[in-house]
């Protein structure tokens, strides 16, 4: 998701004609989430997932688009505290490959 795209719910409920009572949420969700990075997209996502309980994630992927392991390893990072986050980078610094000589 690019930082300035806002996705369109594609949870079942969104996807009916008819109105329901988080249609609107799930907008603002997707509109919120356009605005963070990466890491704090992951994490925001998350922390709703955990709200909602089982069954969370997958309906926060139809959401969000984001998947259902990322989702998951947002939930990681913030049962550690975040520690191991480095607060001025968003993705973590590329690990050097092993070239094999023939």
């Not at 997932?49 to 984001?66: C, D, H, N, V, Y």
Request: overall charge positive; hydrophobic content about 30%.
């Amino acid at each position: 998701m690019s930082s300035s795209a806002v996705r369109v719910c594609q949870c079942p409920s969104c996807q009916h004609d008819a109105p329901h009572p988080e249609r609107d949420r799930h907008r603002q969700m997707n509109v919120f989430l356009s605005r963070l990075d990466e890491a704090q997209r992951r994490w925001y996502v998350a922390l709703e997932a955990e709200r909602l309980g089982p069954g969370g994630e997958r309906l926060l992927a139809q959401i969000t688009g984001l998947d259902e392991k990322t989702i998951r390893r947002g939930r990681a990072e913030l049962t550690a505290g975040l520690a191991e986050q480095p607060p001025d980078r968003v993705r973590r610094p590329p690990v050097e490959k092993k070239i094999r000589h023939s």
